[in-house]
């Protein structure tokens, strides 16, 4: 079988197919266009104009290496992923497979070693810190497993803290954070502080304090990690509705399986690397 030339990529998942003789080649309107497998060439064809458009994230050959005391660790080994505007995107691995580490470098929080990392265009790794933190603070919202509630700041306060970081300080006023306390069965609970709200109370806190600048990007790392699997699926639920309704960005780590299933686009992690046919397991392009 032939190899691919150099900088063969699949235009749908960004993985690297140069020299690679394991892909899928596929005819569309008189292109030739080869994919890392056949859920990444059948997801091309529903719509080929906007796969060949430019990723609102696009990560090119990013590594991290950690050195501590004498000890190298290669995190990440040459990460090539591609983030559509809107989509779902699940990130699955085993522990100590870089997941957070990708997922931290995907939200501005930390900077690759080496490559190139895009967003909306723009190659963040050439920008300064000052700059990355007014893009995080405006873009992204962040739920992590931890909720990281300020603990002497009410409910209330916790959600609005994000908004006195943002520039443009056009967040949501009282009045519709009150409607979504209520929507998040915690209305009369805003004035509260985190001690005195249960686990599940606190994740649903910490949800609205990540969507208080309306980002267009919202990033869970385990995000239902630490709750009972009712509240963790009422947490998620409120996620993808905002992904299909509103068309965030969804980028989400998780080592729950049934979630990648409801994915647009799973990255699998493997040793610091991603593998291909990762969208095998959403549940529009099973094969
Ligand atoms: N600051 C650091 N210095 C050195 N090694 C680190 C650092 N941060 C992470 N690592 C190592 O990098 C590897 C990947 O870590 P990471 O947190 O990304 O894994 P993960 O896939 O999120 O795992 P988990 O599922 O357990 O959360 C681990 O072996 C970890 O020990
Ligand atoms: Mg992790």
């Given amino acids: 079988m032939k190899a691919l030339p150099p900088e063969s990529r699949d235009p749908v998942c960004g993985m690297d197919l140069s020299g690679s003789t394991d892909f899928v080649e596929a005819k569309v309107a008189g292109g030739h266009f080869y994919f890392c497998s056949e859920p990444c060439a059948k997801r091309f064809k529903t719509d080929p104009e906007r796969f060949q458009g430019e990723p609102m994230i696009h990560l090119h050959d990013v590594w991290k290496v950690f050195h501590d005391g004498g000890v190298v660790t290669e995190v990440l080994r040459g990460i090539n992923v591609h983030i559509w505007d809107g989509d779902f995107t699940v990130i699955i691995g085993a522990s100590g497979s870089g997941k957070s580490t990708l997922l931290n470098m995907i939200g501005l929080l930390d900077k690759p070693t080496s490559g190139i990392l895009n967003l909306d265009g723009k190659d963040i790794t050439a920008t300064t810190d000052d700059e ?151 549940k529009t392009y099973t094969d």
């Fill in 132 to 282: 990355r933190t007014v893009l995080r603070s405006e873009k992204f919202g962040f739920v992590f497993q931890q909720y990281n509630l300020i603990p002497w700041l009410t409910a209330y306060d916790n959600v609005t803290l994000p908004m006195i970081f943002s520039e443009t300080r056009d967040g949501m006023r009282r009045e519709v954070l009150e409607r979504h306390f209520g929507d998040i069965g915690l209305g009369e609970r805003m004035d509260h502080r985190p001690t005195e709200l249960s686990g599940g109370e606190q994740q649903r806190v910490a949800l609205l304090r990540a969507l208080a600048n309306d980002p267009e990007i919202i990033i869970g790392d385990e995000p239902t990690g630490n709750l009972d699997s009712v509240t963790g699926d009422k947490i998620l639920d409120m996620l993808i509705t905002l992904n299909k309704t509103e068309k965030k960005t969804l980028i989400i780590v998780t080592h729950d399986a049934d979630i990648a299933l409801k994915a647009d686009q799973v990255i699998t992690l493997r040793d610091g690397k991603t593998i291909p046919g990762h969208l095998r397991h959403t």
